[in-house]
């Protein structure tokens, strides 16, 4: 069935170094990858979207590029800061012939020391 | 422009009491989602409306689990005789499109059933 892989479940980092949190996803259908961001007694806010294989997608110093072959959207940034650190969630949307369905995966938790 | 509001934030229950959750989209949008999310997991949709037409419940347990949205704006969820297994964030998201537009995340509700 569709899901959706994120292996590291903690990630702790020091200030200014890049980090990459990985997300692969398994579907028969055209997908949508989303990032969410959920900091600590936050709700989830949406950091990334994309559908467009290969192509570079950046907001707020992050960037992700969907890999249709290799069905990766994994997630960048070229120097963490402090404030980066959160729970992220990649999710998975698309349009199977009985609708649409999402699938979230199990989240990244990024710890960003000084 | 007002978020997604929610209400009760939290919640204490014993198992076989039933709990109602609130949620209030952004206005203008038609389509309003319930996720659950249980500690240190990725949120799992239970339900969603257009307007309110349910589109997809699939993932709702149905002998314990409903939700309404009448009048295509403010929706419910209700648990009837809570399991200690419903223990999670209930978490709901309004969009102007579907599964593959952004989603916009409510503060969520903390459920404990004892």
């Known amino acids: 069935g569709d899901s959706v892989t994120q292996t590291e479940g903690l990630v702790t980092l020091t200030k200014g170094l890049p980090v990459m949190l990985n997300c692969t996803y398994q579907?028969?259908?055209?997908?949508?990858l989303f990032w969410y961001v959920q900091h600590l007694n936050e709700a989830p806010k949406l950091l990334l979207k994309?559908?467009?294989?290969?192509k570079r997608t950046e907001h707020q110093g992050f960037y992700a590029t969907l890999h249709k072959s290799s069905s990766s959207f994994h997630l960048q940034k070229s120097s963490v800061q402090l404030s980066d650190s959160a729970l992220y969630f990649c999710?998975?949307?698309?349009?199977?012939?009985?609708?649409?369905?999402?699938?979230f995966g199990t989240g990244t938790k990024l710890q960003v020391v000084p | 422009e007002a978020g997604v509001t929610q209400s009760p934030r939290y919640a204490v229950l014993q198992e076989g009491q039933a709990v109602s959750f609130w949620c209030d989209p952004i206005?203008?949008?038609?389509?309003l989602y319930w996720y659950q999310q249980p500690r240190d997991q990725g949120p799992q949709l239970l339900v969603y409306?257009?307007?309110?037409?349910?589109?997809?419940n699939s993932q709702l347990p149905s002998d314990r689990f409903s939700a309404v949205r009448p009048k295509g704006t403010n929706s419910t969820l209700k648990i009837q005789s809570a399991k200690q297994g419903d223990t999670a964030t209930y978490l709901c998201?309004?969009?102007?499109?579907?599964?593959?537009?952004?989603?916009?995340f409510g503060p969520g509700t903390r459920l404990l059933v004892l």
């Open positions: 994309s559908s467009t294989d290969n």
């Open positions: 999710a998975l949307s698309g349009l199977a012939n009985s609708g649409t369905y999402q699938r």
């Open positions: 579907t028969t259908y055209s997908p949508f």
């Open positions: 998201a309004s969009s102007t499109g579907d599964l593959q537009d952004t989603q916009y």
């Open positions: 409306f257009r307007d309110e037409a349910v589109i997809d």
């Open positions: 206005s203008g949008h038609d389509t």
